[in-house]
């Protein structure tokens, strides 16, 4: 006899447990099946254990810089191994948290391989035993994984990718980091504040290349700075891994091929969706290169399939993961009879994307090239940090936050922000968006003194000629 349910999710990422949650908070009887960790990519390899590192490596950083404060440390050390161990602390203890929610929202948690054997079925495999499920829907939440080259396989020891990457089997001392996303800038920021010498090559012309054109010239600059080598237009033609370490072999702009060694090398050309092997093609679920295609609620083409978060395509982001999942949960709800809820479709246009290097990078909306392509007139704000207080007095007077707007209507089309705890900022752009703001809501609201919060109100001004201190 199969256990029966309302809804399956399969997979229990950002996306997967915060709609098995919802759909329990909506009065569903939900299961939940996980291969792995419970918490995913993102609680287990991704996004908390990298801040964890991240965060060792501007506590280094600092340490190392403790004069400019008028303090003084003698010899500042680190220990790698202790370091990864408190990012894998933190992994562990998010993990157990997703476990607690699970049992108190009464979610069922199977544990196992889970397969789509047909409409509204389910099978999960752990080791010699086989549990059936049944639902009248079912949530695909199974995720990405990283994309390897296909001319040199990651092996772990000298050539990793990002689950390599974060607990590494030694120190780098030359690292080369291929693609300039989010992910290869992190870990090409952690390396370099402790101490590795860091090369970041890049296909396109200019690094981090979804961010605005000012954005992406700033940050070359600053990780220059810092002491890193960036290399746009180039290609990898080939990365062999030796005994000593990895040979690289990259074709610049020039065209000619210039061949270098690195003690190690990471690999972050992107992802490629977990959609093989669990069951799409029995019934028929509509696929794009790999990704599952969906309506804004997370329908798939067929009755009852629903898909959300990595696996059905760009943005490749946990929160975005995460909305998805409660709209699915809420839309499943609605189906099931429940008038009291009311779904919204995701707008993938007012969902932040952020970059928590040093120094931290955040946006939202339409760059300032994207804007003019669409036909808009624009009226753009730029505000540095050397204008803010309160960035001078901690020390990071070097960034800015860019605003564009539709100069016709006043419409927030985007926000472009670098520097320090730029991460935590852009929400408040985000908000305006989604309560449609415009430029004037913006100028009158009253932004606390002395926070570095402060530019994002000169960026507005300044889109108008209006701007204070500067």
Known sequence: MAD?????????????YVAAIRASQLGLKVAIVERERLGGICLNWGCIPTKALLRSAEVYHYMTHAAQYGLSVEKPSFSLDKVVDRSRKVAGQLNAGVKGLMKKNKVAVHEGVGTITGKGRLSVIQGDKTTELTAKHIIVATGARARDLPFAK????????????????????????IGSGAIGVEFASFYNDMGAEVTIVEMLDRIMPV???????????????????????TGLEKLEATASGVKAAMKGPDGKVETAEFSHAIVAIGIVPNTENIGLETLGVTTDR???KTDGYGRTNVDGIWAIGDVTGAPWLAHKASHEGVIAAEAIAQALGNKDVHPHAMDKGNIPGCTYSRPQVASVGLTEAKAKDAGYEVKVGKFPFIGNGKAIALGEAE???????????????????????????????????QLETTEAELM????????????????VLAAYGRAIHI
Not at 222 to 227: A, I, N, P, V, Y
């Open 399 to 433: 960034g800015f936050v860019k605003t564009v707007f539709d100069a016709r209507t006043g419409e927030l089309l985007g926000a472009h922000m670098v520097g320090a705890e730029v991460t935590e900022m852009i929400q408040g752009y985000v908000v305006a968006r």
């Open 154 to 177: 990651t092996d772990g020891e000298r050539i990793w990718t990002y689950r390599h990457a974060m607990v590494p089997p030694a120190m780098p001392t030359k690292l080369l980091v």
């Open 211 to 233: 961010e605005d054109v000012e954005v992406s010239d700033f940050m070359t600059k600053q990780l220059t700075k810092f002491g890193m080598t960036i290399k746009t237009k």
């Open 290 to 292: 790999g990704h599952i």
């Open 444 to 459: 009158e609201t009253v932004f606390a003194h002395p926070t570095i919060s402060e530019s994002m109100h000169e960026s």
């Open 4 to 16: 029966t349910y309302d809804l399956i999710v399969l997979g229990s990422g950002p996306g997967g």
